[in-house]
C-alpha cells in the first residue's frame, strides 16, 4: 500500500558555487568526447555555417532604441515589396531579438540566433487614433524596434520602468488621427503580445503562413540581397525613440 499523505519537510540549508566556463577547458580537451561530437559537428556546421553577409560593426538590442532593431524593423520595411505591400511603419520587438551580431560575416546560424521563433511577417491598417495607441504602447514599456522614419519622444517615470508618450511623428509629419496607415509587424505582435495589444484593432490583415515567410528567411534575405550587391550592412541610433530628460 502507497501513503498519499503530505509530508512536512523543512529546509535545512542551500549551498551554491559558480563553474567558470572558459577559454581554460580548451587547454586540454576531452579526445573521446571530441571524436563523438564529430559528426554532429559537421552536420551542425554544414548547415549554421554558411556565410549570408557581413556587418559594419557589433549590433546589440537595447531600449529605447538601437541598431540591430532599427535593423529588424527596417528589414520589415524592405520585405514588404515582395508581398506588394508598402508600409509606412514597422515594429519588431525587443524580447523577439534573442542574440547580437559581431562585426564581420554573418552566417545562417547568426541570424537563427537572432531570431529563433516561428515569427512571420504580416501587415495590418490602422487608424492614426490607433496607430498613436500603439506609439503610446512602445513608449509605455521603454521603446521597441521602429523603422525608419519614426519620432518618438518619451517620458520614463522616476524609476526609469515606465514611460509615457510625449510626441510622435512620422517621417516628418504629425499623426492624423482619421488618416490609416499601412503597417508591418510580425504575427506574435499582431496577437497582442507583448505590451501591444492595440496592433489585433487593425483591418486589411494580410498574414502568409508558410514557413518562408518567417523573419529568419526575410533577414538572410536581406543580407544575401546587400552582399550580393557589395554592401557591408550598417545600421546605427538615429533618434527614433528619444527619452526626454
Known amino acids: 500500500m502507497v501513503s498519499c499523505a503530505p ?20 587547454q586540454n580537451p576531452d579526445q573521446a568526447a571530441a571524436q563523438f561530437l564529430a559528426p554532429y559537428k559537421q552536420v551542425n556546421d554544414s548547415v549554421m555555417g554558411p556565410i549570408v553577409g557581413q556587418v ?42 534573442r542574440a547580437d551580431l559581431t562585426k564581420g560575416v554573418v552566417t545562417y546560424g547568426d541570424v537563427l540566433d537572432v531570431a529563433p521563433f516561428e515569427n512571420k511577417i504580416c501587415f495590418t491598417t490602422l487608424t492614426g487614433e490607433k496607430l498613436m495607441d500603439v506609439f503610446r504602447e512602445i513608449a509605455s514599456h521603454g521603446g521597441d524596434g521602429v523603422s525608419k522614419g519614426v519620432e518618438l519622444v518619451v517620458k520614463m517615470d522616476g524609476k526609469g520602468e515606465k514611460g509615457e508618450l510625449v ?47 518567417n523573419t529568419r528567411f526575410l533577414i538572410m534575405n536581406y543580407f544575401r540581397d546587400m552582399q550580393a550587391k557589395g554592401i557591408v550592412v550598417d545600421s546605427k541610433v538615429e533618434g527614433r525613440i528619444v527619452i526626454e530628460d
Open 7 to 26: 509530508k512536512h519537510y523543512q529546509l535545512a540549508g542551500v549551498e551554491r558555487s559558480r563553474i567558470i566556463v572558459d577559454s581554460r577547458y580548451d
Open 56 to 97: 559594419a560593426h557589433n549590433m546589440h538590442a537595447k531600449r529605447p532604441e538601437s541598431d540591430l532593431s532599427n535593423l529588424l524593423a527596417d528589414i520589415l520595411i524592405w520585405s514588404a515589396k515582395d508581398y506588394d505591400e508598402q508600409p509606412v511603419f514597422a515594429v519588431y520587438n525587443m524580447g523577439g531579438i
Open 167 to 213: 510626441s510622435a511623428k512620422l517621417h516628418g509629419k504629425e499623426i492624423d488621427p482619421q488618416a490609416e496607415y499601412r503597417v508591418a509587424t510580425i504575427n506574435y505582435l499582431l496577437e497582442g503580445n507583448d505590451g501591444i495589444p492595440s496592433l489585433r484593432d487593425g483591418k486589411d490583415v494580410v498574414a502568409p503562413q508558410e514557413a518562408s515567410n
